[in-house]
Each structure stands twice: as C-alpha cells, then as structure tokens.
C-alpha cells in the first residue's frame, strides 16, 4: 500500500467518530419515563378546571426539549376532556432553622419549554388548566371590562352598582358556572407530550378517583366565583373591604394504570 493511500485511510478513519455522533442524533430516539406523586390537587376556580400534580422525568439515551403537556381525562362514563399545562413550579431547596420554620426557595416560571437531561431526574410542580375554558371566557371578560369602561364614564356615580347588576357580569357567572364538568368516579389519565425530536412515551398512564364529597366540596366554589368578581368590581368603590375568599381543593390519590 502506497503512502499517500496509508493517509487516505488514517483521514476517513478520524471522521468516523463525528459520522457515529451524527447517526446517533439522527436515528437514536431517547425513552421519556413519567413519575408522578402519589397525590394531586383537583379544583375548580375562575381560571375554570384545574388538576395540579408534581412529576419526575427522566430520559435515556440523549437529552431531550418538550414543548407541549397535556392531560387527557376519561371519566368512566365516557365523557372526555383536555386539560394542557398552564405553569410550572420548581423548588431549588428547603430550609428548616432551629424552631421548626421552613423556608421553602422555589420559582415559578410559564410552560414554553423544558428540558430534560440524561444526567438527573427533572422535578416539577405542573398546573394543567382546560383551554377551552379559558377561551370561552376571555371573550365573555371582554364584553364585562368594555361594559365597565363605558359606565365608568357615562355614569360615575352610580357606574359600580350598574356593573354589578348588568347582564354582561349574569352572562360571565353563568357561563363560568356551566363549565363545571367534575363529578364522582373513576378518571383514566393519559399524558401526551409533543417535543422537536422523536422520541418514546412511557408510564404515561394513571388513574384517580373523586368521591361524592369532593364533588360537593368543589361545587362550594360556585358561590365563591361571584364574590370573587365583585370583589373586583366594587374595590372601586372608596373605603370597600374585600370579601374572603376560600377556594375548595380536593385532594386526590393518583394510581399507575396496571399492564400499561
């Protein structure tokens, strides 16, 4: 063999490494494995239905970016609905001084993206709220406030009380309060997650039950969406003292899906 062929193979053989690294990013799809807590938080607010729940993720293979998460319930009735992430909470750390005070260092931050890495678990504290809610309602909230701004003007005198009684803030309630969906039984939760690369889903599958008592314990927060409004439409008037408000939670018990 010549020389110059000798140097020929040392130089193909020096990009066989870099060649392994780009098949291996091409072809090599990383598993994504879902963690959840034992227990989760079920609500019903005027951000409309919400279904908070702490989760781990790891990845094998190569890193990966998701950029969607959402939460498929099935009741067992049959009747079916959507929820899709709306925030994320991670705590950094907790500190607990001589007298039993915990200091709790955590941040909050809008669900665009995250990123999971092969090196550790990623915890984090997911808020999933109903899309649909929150567009039926903006347009409803819309109406109110343009509602607001027009009496604010024309009649300022008595603008607060004529907010309160209009049919844009009856419009508001009724529809908030049609959208209430839970009810007892068994939902099936399916997790769907959307990422740039291609990847596999697994452990994405669980379960939680609602009682009698905390569909009626939820159901409460009906009255407390009202009072929540008013709230706001009379801070405008001089000397008003805010009601209380005490929003309903159920807590819930969230169980893998056997034989997934």
């Keep these: 063999m010549k020389p110059e062929e000798i140097a020929a193979y040392i130089g193909a053989a020096a990009w066989l490494p870099q060649i392994a690294t780009w098949l291996f990013q091409r072809y090599v799809q990383p598993s994504v494995r879902i963690l959840p807590n034992q227990y989760a938080e079920v609500s019903f607010t005027s951000l409309g239905p919400i279904f908070n729940l702490r989760m781990a993720f790891s990845v094998d293979k190569k890193d990966i970016i998701i950029d969607g998460m959402e939460l498929v319930l099935r009741h067992n009735d049959g009747d079916i609905r959507t929820l899709r992430w709306a925030g994320l909470g991670e705590t950094f750390s907790e500190i607990t001084d001589a007298a039993g005070n915990k200091q709790i260092i955590s941040r909050d931050q809008s669900p665009i993206a995250i990123k999971i890495g092969t090196q550790s678990l990623l915890e984090k504290f997911v808020r999933f709220q109903e899309s649909s809610y929150h567009e039926s309602d903006r347009p409803l909230i819309q109406a109110l406030i343009a509602h607001f701004n027009y009496l604010k003007q024309t009649k300022p005198d008595g603008y607060v009380q004529e907010v309160l009684d209009s049919k844009e803030l009856f ?65 405008n008037l001089p000397d008003f003292q805010l009601l209380p408000l005490n929003w309903n939670w159920a807590n819930v018990d969230v169980n893998h899906v056997i034989n997934e």
């Design 171 to 235: 419009s508001l309630l009724e529809a908030r309060k049609k959208s209430f969906w839970w009810k007892e039984g068994r939902y099936n939760i399916e997790v769907r997650i959307t990422s740039p690369q291609k990847f596999t889903l697994l452990n994405s599958q669980f379960y939680f039950d609602l009682s009698k008592n905390d569909v009626v314990f939820l159901e409460r927060n009906l009255v407390t969406l009202e009072a929540d409004l008013k709230n706001i439409i009379s801070s």
